[in-house]
């Protein structure tokens, strides 16, 4: 009998779920504005409401767990968050114990930096040995890593936030908490600034009509530098790039790369890095949510 996922994304602008079945197929999705969620005093009632017709109409006895992908810190046992910076009241809850007590599935969480990593990695059919890192440039400056098939989460939970290493000289105040962190410079936050205050156009046009402007070449080399400085201590495999930045009108992919690759030691990793750019894909995130799951599951049967 076939068995399903129960595969839910909350991200900072939408919430997407559905079902996934064994095979990673997704055979139901929706999405919604996550500022319901937010909105919603009660989030575990929330989800529960969403995801309650599929339990029903499929049979509870035929779900596997239910698993999560969010914009979120967390713990290194992924059972609390600790701060999901765009929906009120996530942060310091355990909502895998609140989704498991609610429908009586096993349930599991993930940050969607990771889930967007494994996502790409599967449909690719990649061969997963050594390392193989992903940048995801949107509101922030998201990164994944994985090592031999398996997302590296550290030894606290907390691998991987290349947004946050400092720049010398710079003090700029984060929301980390920190000052001088690169993704002020090197994100779509920056440039949102220098749409707003120095072209006065919608930020998704900036890259056609003010390509050339160094201001906004600067946050490209930020982008770059920061990549070029996980590519110099890693020497991955390869580089999976995404998020919405990469993906808005006349971004500068060549140039990226070019400039990545300048500031790489020669002759590798420069000469053996390779890009890939990642899918956008609406369902993504569930989909790497149920790879996530299928992961956690098998090493807890080991």
Same mark, same amino acid.
């Given at each position: 009998?076939?068995?399903?996922?129960?595969?839910?994304?909350? &991200?900072?602008?939408?919430?997407?779920?559905?079902?996934?079945?064994?095979?990673?197929? +997704?055979?139901?999705?929706?999405?919604?504005?996550?500022?319901?969620?937010?909105?919603?005093? %009660?989030?575990?009632?929330?989800?529960?409401?969403?995801?309650?017709?599929?339990?029903?109409?499929?049979?509870?006895?035929?779900? #596997?767990?239910?698993?999560?992908?969010?914009?979120?810190?967390?713990?290194?046992?992924?059972?609390?968050?600790?701060?999901?910076?765009?929906?009120?009241?996530?942060?310091?809850?355990?909502?895998?114990?609140?989704?498991?007590?609610?429908?009586?599935?096993?349930?599991?969480?993930?940050?969607? +930096?990771?889930?967007?990593?494994?996502?790409?990695?599967?449909?690719?059919? $990649?061969?997963?040995? @050594?390392?193989?890192?992903?940048?995801?440039?949107?509101?922030?400056? @998201?990164?994944?890593?994985?090592? %031999?098939?398996?997302?590296?989460?550290?030894?606290?939970?907390?691998?991987?936030?290349?947004?946050?290493?400092?720049?010398?000289?710079?003090?700029?105040?984060? &929301?980390?908490?920190?000052?001088?962190?690169?993704?002020?410079?090197?994100?779509?936050?920056?440039?949102?600034?220098?749409?707003?205050?120095?072209?006065?156009?919608?930020?998704?046009?900036?890259?056609?009509?003010?390509?050339?402007?160094?201001?906004?070449? %600067?946050?490209?080399?930020?982008? *770059?530098?920061? *990549?070029?400085?996980?590519?110099?201590?890693?020497?991955?495999?390869?580089?999976?790039?995404? &998020?919405?930045?990469?993906?808005? #009108? @006349?971004?500068?992919?060549?140039?990226?790369?070019?400039? +990545?690759?300048?500031?790489?030691?020669?002759?590798?990793?420069?000469?053996?890095?390779?890009?890939?750019?990642?899918?956008?894909?609406?369902? *993504?995130?569930?989909?790497?949510?149920?790879?996530?799951?299928?992961?956690? $599951?098998?090493?807890?049967?080991?």
């Amino acid at each position: 009998m076939a068995e399903y996922y129960l595969a839910i994304e909350i &991200g900072g602008t939408n919430l997407r779920y559905g079902v996934v079945d064994e095979n990673f197929q +997704v055979l139901e999705f929706q999405k919604e504005p996550s500022r319901f969620l937010s909105d919603a005093k %009660d989030k575990g009632a929330y989800i529960e409401q969403l995801t309650a017709p599929y339990l029903e109409r499929y049979g509870w006895e035929r779900f #596997k767990c239910i698993t999560l992908s969010l914009a979120s810190l967390m713990n290194r046992e992924r059972t609390i968050n600790y701060n999901s910076p765009h929906i009120r009241g996530l942060d310091h809850i355990s909502l895998t114990e609140i989704l498991s007590g609610q429908t009586g599935l096993p349930a599991f969480m993930e940050r969607d +930096v990771n889930t967007a990593l494994l996502y790409e990695i599967w449909r690719r059919n $990649m061969d997963s040995r @050594g390392i193989i890192i992903g940048i995801f440039i949107g509101t922030g400056l @998201g990164n994944a890593m994985c090592i %031999d098939g398996k997302i590296y989460i550290g030894h606290s939970g907390s691998a991987c936030e290349l947004g946050h290493i400092p720049v010398m000289g710079f003090h700029q105040s984060c &929301g980390c908490g920190k000052e001088g962190c690169i993704e002020l410079k090197a994100s779509g936050k920056a440039l949102h600034r220098l749409a707003e205050h120095l072209f006065h156009c919608p930020v998704s046009d900036i890259f056609e009509q003010y390509g050339d402007r160094e201001e906004v070449l %600067d946050v490209v080399r930020a982008c *770059a530098a920061a *990549a070029a400085t996980e590519i110099t201590i890693l020497d991955p495999r390869c580089v999976i790039l995404g &998020g919405g930045v990469v993906e808005m #009108k @006349g971004f500068p992919m060549e140039y990226f790369e070019q400039t +990545v690759r300048k500031n790489l030691r020669i002759p590798n990793p420069r000469e053996s890095v390779v890009f890939y750019r990642a899918e956008n894909a609406p369902e *993504a995130g569930i989909v790497g949510a149920a790879i996530n799951a299928s992961a956690r $599951m098998a090493d807890t049967a080991r």
